[in-house]
């Protein structure tokens, strides 16, 4: 923080100059910064600026990637962090874990995604955990308020719970979606609930997903899914083996719309491993193929299944290969057996991460985003003494 003669000097700089200064500091130290004065406060919680402030740490070269285990723990080692330039090496401290959940020994959680900055998270029984949105940057914890809206269901019924988080562009919102699929034969029924951090609640909506899809299907990943107001699974039928489309969630109008596959994805005996990604801003679908090939298709006109294009093909990749994603600067994230690797295709590069190969198979990768993205509902207003009580 700079002095105190320093910063009656910078209250009377105009606010472009304030702006272009603020825009490279880190968020944690512009929290503190908003209780200067109210003229700073203003400047620094205005979403243009907040806006701004993100887009300048994701384009940093200094990126840094998460890896969580599934299921992970907040008592022991959640995750690993690792700097892109060198993820062999592991960097330690660097994050501050939520105190009130390291206390709670006995319960695991797992990565749901991760857009903005924000990483949304289940902690404790997998039915009936709770459901937390977190900054990092900010060490700032919001735990969802529990569904009052979900009918009974008996737990011998249930086929699975799917959620995914993305952001709403529209609306500046926050959204977690949550797919319950309960058989009910002859039929599968989807319960879909949608959380709203600007509203701070849970609403069961009447969409669902088209009634061939019976099935969808997690997978590890790159969480970088819902950046651009949509959400997507991989949906099959009850028999089938292999996708028969994307499924996809617009966080806007709040509905379901299929987008069909590249064509060899219909045949699953070509390939053995097939993941959603982002590509350059564009929905991709990686497959790694039996004959030892990693195709990288993406759509470049979303939602036109005649645009999907073959953007990358990477050879000599025997069994064992498993693709994650690409990075925010389209470097490609796989694992190899025991060991997780990044891929540069412009500089052909290979680099290789320090884990546990008894983890590597379990792992989501987050990027972490510096942000100023305060996890709460818009009518819970933020205070300077909200923040000149963080601890970082």
């Known amino acids: 923080m700079a002095s105190p003669q320093h910063l009656a000097i910078m209250e009377?700089?105009?606010?472009?100059?304030?702006?272009?200064?603020?825009?490279?500091?880190?968020?944690?130290?512009?929290?503190?910064?908003?209780?200067?004065?109210?003229?700073?406060?203003?400047?620094?919680?205005?979403?243009?600026?907040?806006?701004?402030?993100?887009?300048?740490?994701?384009?940093?070269?200094?990126?840094?990637?998460?890896?969580?285990?599934?299921?992970?723990?907040?008592?022991?080692?959640?995750f690993t962090a690792h700097p892109l330039r060198s993820p062999h090496l592991e960097l330690t401290n660097f994050i501050r874990l939520p105190t009130n959940l390291q206390s709670e020994r006995y319960h695991y959680g797992y990565v749901i995604g991760s857009v903005n900055g924000l990483i949304c998270f289940q902690y404790g029984p997998y039915i009936d955990g709770d459901y937390y949105i977190w900054n990092p940057s900010l060490s700032a914890l919001l735990i969802l308020p529990p569904s009052d809206n979900m009918p009974d269901y008996d737990y011998e019924d249930l086929v699975g719970i799917f959620p995914r988080f993305g952001y709403d562009p529209t609306t500046d919102d926050y959204k977690l979606v949550k797919l319950t699929s309960l058989d009910q034969e002859p039929i599968i029924l989807w319960l879909v609930e949608v959380y709203s951090m600007r509203k701070g609640v849970f609403k069961l909506i009447t969409q669902s997903p088209p009634s061939h899809i019976?099935?969808?299907?997690?997978?590890?990943?790159?969480?970088v899914d819902g950046h651009d107001g949509h959400l997507h699974w991989f949906g099959y039928t009850e028999s089938g083996q292999n996708p028969v489309a994307i499924l996809a969630f617009d966080l806007g109008a709040e509905t379901f719309h299929e987008i069909y596959i590249p064509v060899f994805l219909l045949d699953n005996k070509l390939y053995y491993e097939i993941s959603l990604g982002v590509l350059?801003?564009?929905?991709?679908?990686?497959?790694?193929?039996?004959?030892?090939?990693?195709?990288?298709?993406?759509?470049?006109?979303?939602g036109v299944a005649d645009s999907w294009v073959k953007h990358h093909v990477f050879s000599k990749c025997r069994g064992g290969v498993s693709p994650f994603g690409f990075t925010l600067h389209n470097e490609f994230v796989f694992g190899v057996y025991d060991r997780l690797t990044l891929y540069d295709p412009i500089a052909a590069k290979v680099k290789h991460f320090k884990i546990k190969s008894t983890k590597c198979g379990y792992t989501k990768v987050v990027e972490y985003v510096d942000s100023l993205v305060w996890v709460a509902p818009t009518k819970h207003k933020i205070s300077c003494r909200k923040f000149s009580r963080l601890k970082f």
Not at 34 to 53: A, E, G, Q
Not at 214 to 223: A, D, F, L, Q
Not at 280 to 302: N, P, Q, S, T
Request: charged share 25%.
């Open 12 to 78: 009377k700089f105009p606010n472009d100059i304030l702006s272009n200064i603020f825009i490279r500091l880190l968020a944690k130290q512009l929290a503190q910064m908003r209780c200067v004065s109210k003229t700073w406060n203003d400047l620094l919680s205005r979403p243009s600026f907040v806006k701004s402030h993100l887009d300048h740490s994701r384009h940093k070269n200094d990126e840094i990637l998460l890896v969580f285990y599934h299921l992970f723990s907040f008592h022991s080692k959640p």
């Open 214 to 223: 019976t099935r969808i299907r997690y997978n590890h990943e790159v969480c």
């Open 280 to 302: 350059v801003g564009k929905l991709c679908v990686m497959a790694m193929f039996r004959h030892g090939e990693c195709e990288v298709w993406a759509m470049d006109e979303y």
